[in-house]
């Protein structure tokens, strides 16, 4: 009975997920679900982690859990690794970067300029190395994936698609009560169970924007047959990248083509969001702009006065009770296409840990909190669906932004359930200026993820260290022991890095190629390119800090990153992000740590050293001569 009961559970999880139902077919606020959830784990295999999807969000995380040596399993719908993109983008030209040549040879500020290759720490693999086209083929990025996969071995059950997510409790008589997650799938194992899921399945599901009309082709299932558009007036719904991307692929042989939604046209070169048109899409725009037979429309085809129908002729036709805008000139369509986007798909999900939408306004990602952990433990969300964390402010939705953030995630989790410390590197604080300025001007995670993950610097006075930490969260400062597993003594203080851009960085209306770099450190503060900031505390940030920065954010209107610190300093921007100037960047470096650890942190010749060591005591000797002291010159002295 036991046995049929297990059945029943996935093959009805099955047929809900094919037939596309909106409830889920098990019912996890069910009295007895917990007692008939432990009788169906009785035949799960189990994994500490089960990773959902494939991708590369999926990859990269598999890819860090191999390396610790972690019990993991990566369930994949599909046969292959990255199988979104045997389809997307539609018309298989990436929007991500690919440039293989930048004139240097660290990896790390090359590995800025490479959006499409994974972190690991074997450079033999890197997406750069198989294509020099700067945006390459998605058929590239899908060959990459899948030898990325096979070469450090990850761990993913293929043809395993995930219908159902929810956890139950371990042990009815246990208090407080243990959970465990089950997760149903239609594949050749039908139940695992996990002490903790991390989900990473992308925009899985097409937003129809209500324009779900019987004569209206989707994004994913339009024809790519140049032939049925060809001298046809078509009709593109939606103005963000698949729209333009589908009207550039359409510009040669469609007799017009009206790209047309409520929104206007948001560029990325205005506002520095990768998400936003890209100027590999915007051929379009510039066609319109010169008076062809191309239009970029602003109508709302959901108000109350406006709709889009049939006529009698069976072409589509924009009607209303206001007068339809001259833009619109060609008002009949043979062909209407829908290209409004891409949501999260929350149908796996049971009621116990769904963890319901970021937004109000939109159902694109899950909620989650600053530590990509839902308000169910042990439950994460990564990749494009963690990216409410950074809609429309950095680059967490795509791959060289959230590669990072899910090198942050394990991170946190090996301190949470392994008591491992996040990694750092501890430097004399007489050294901790160059080796600063190289961290600002080669490190490619607070680069891609400006203004979300930061370098922290623990400054021992005492001890006369710096103790980096890098890539590390800064909404999260105020729990940056517990987070990191490191506590700070009395004698530490901290200086948290950040790559921001100022408050006139760009926008609608603004002319963002004519702004210029200011040329004076002490209008640093005017700076509008990408730029450091370094932030001084004495004592970490509480709670309460981060509850006033977050209301000091929403009064002004302004990006507000982090709390008020004790002392702070701004480097102008470099057009190259490279700040290793003696001036504007090592100088002025110095005398602000100069500042803070009130000491003198100048380098010294070895006959100053010699001279100081024999006229101050040991506690006063200059810290740019501790490594003459430490050495040979202080034994010669001796003798």
Same mark, same amino acid.
């Given at each position: ?16 997920? @094919? ?18 959830? #432990? ?10 982690? *089960? ?35 045997? %389809? ?30 994974? @972190? ?15 945006? /390459? ?21 293929? %043809?395993?698609?995930?219908?159902? @997510? ?23 194992? /039908?139940?695992? +169970? *996990? ?41 593109? !719904? ?30 990325? $070169? ?48 924009? %009607? ?18 829908? *290209? ?68 942050? &995630? ?11 410390? $996040?990694?750092?590197? @501890? ?9 600063? !300025? ?5 490190? /490619? ?7 979300? !993950? ?44 950040? !790559? ?25 503060? #005017? ?23 977050? %209301? ?24 190259? +992000? ?17 500042? &803070?650890?009130?000491?003198?942190? #100048?380098?010294?010749?070895? /006959? ?32």
């Amino acid at each position: 009975m036991e046995n049929v009961f297990i059945f029943y559970l996935v093959l009805t999880a099955t047929i809900a997920t @094919v037939c596309g139902m909106k409830d889920n077919v098990m019912d996890d606020m069910a009295p007895d679900f917990d007692k008939r959830a #432990r009788d169906a784990a009785k035949t799960a295999v189990h994994h500490d982690y *089960c990773v959902i999807g494939a991708g590369p969000g999926g990859l990269q995380m598999a890819y860090f859990l191999e390396q610790a040596g972690r019990d993991y399993v990566v369930l994949e719908r599909n046969n292959v690794s990255g199988s979104y993109y045997l %389809k997307y983008p539609r018309h298989r030209t990436l929007i991500s970067i690919n440039k293989r040549y930048t004139g240097r040879t660290n990896a790390e500020f090359n590995e800025r300029h490479d959006w499409n290759s994974l @972190v690991t720490n074997d450079k033999s693999l890197k997406f750069t190395d198989y294509t020099e086209e700067l945006f /390459p083929s998605a058929d590239i990025l899908v060959q990459y994936l899948n030898d990325y996969s096979n070469k450090f071995g990850l761990k993913i059950d293929f %043809k395993t698609p995930v219908t159902y @997510v929810s956890r139950y409790i371990t042990d009815a008589k246990s208090n407080p009560p243990s959970y465990r997650f089950i997760v149903f799938t239609g594949g050749k194992t /039908p139940i695992y +169970t *996990c002490n903790k899921v991390l989900a990473s399945t992308g925009w899985s599901v097409e937003h129809d924007g209500g324009m779900n009309q019987p004569f209206i082709d989707s994004y994913s299932d339009m024809t790519l047959d140049l032939d049925h558009y060809r001298d046809k007036h078509v009709l593109i !719904l939606g103005k963000a990248n698949s729209a333009f991307e589908t009207a550039n692929y359409l510009r040669s042989v469609a007799a017009t083509v009206t790209v047309m939604s409520k929104r206007r046209a948001i560029l990325a $070169w205005q506002t520095h969001y990768v998400g936003d048109i890209r100027a590999i899409n915007a051929e379009f725009i510039d066609l319109y702009q010169l008076k062809s037979l191309w239009v970029v429309a602003q109508r709302d085809l959901l108000s109350n006065d406006t709709e889009l129908v049939l006529d009698d002729e069976g072409k589509a036709v924009v %009607k209303g009770t206001k007068a339809i805008d001259d833009v619109v000139a060609f008002n009949k369509f043979d062909r209407v296409l829908r *290209c409004t986007g891409f949501k999260w798909d929350d149908s796996i999900y049971g009621t116990r840990v769904n963890p319901g939408h970021a937004f109000s306004y939109t159902n694109k990602f899950p909620k989650i909190d600053d530590d990509y952990m839902t308000k169910t433990p042990g439950l994460y969300f990564m990749g494009t669906i963690s990216h409410s964390l950074d809609f429309k402010k950095s680059a967490g939705g795509f791959i060289h932004g959230y590669r990072y953030t899910i090198r942050a &995630i394990h991170r946190i989790m090996e301190q949470r359930y392994h008591g491992n410390q $996040w990694p750092s590197t @501890v430097v004399p604080l007489h050294h901790a200026e160059p080796y600063m !300025l190289q961290r600002v001007s080669e490190m /490619p995670g607070p680069y891609q993820m400006f203004s979300f !993950l930061g370098e922290f610097f623990i400054i021992d006075k005492e001890a006369g260290t710096v103790r980096h930490f890098p890539e590390f969260p800064i909404k999260l400062i105020h729990k940056f022991e517990e987070i990191t597993g490191y506590k700070l003594s009395p004698n530490e203080s901290m200086i948290a890095l950040n !790559l921001e851009y100022g408050a006139t960085f760009g926008g609608p209306g603004k002319d963002v190629l004519s702004a210029g770099v200011i040329d004076n450190p002490a209008n640093a503060h #005017r700076e509008s390119l990408l730029h450091p900031v370094w932030y001084y505390y004495k004592t970490i940030p509480t709670e309460e800090d981060m509850r006033m920065r977050a %209301k000091d954010e929403e009064e002004s209107g302004l990006a507000v990153h982090l709390p008020t610190p004790d002392d702070v300093y701004i480097f102008q921007g470099n057009v190259l +992000t490279e700040w290793q100037l003696n001036y504007p960047h090592l100088l002025q470096l110095r005398r602000f740590l100069d500042k &803070i650890s009130g000491s003198d942190l #100048r380098a010294r010749s070895t /006959p100053n050293c010699y001279i100081s060591s024999l006229t101050t005591s040991g506690s006063t000797v200059p810290y740019g001569c501790h490594d003459y002291t430490l050495g040979a010159g202080l034994s010669m002295i001796s003798l």
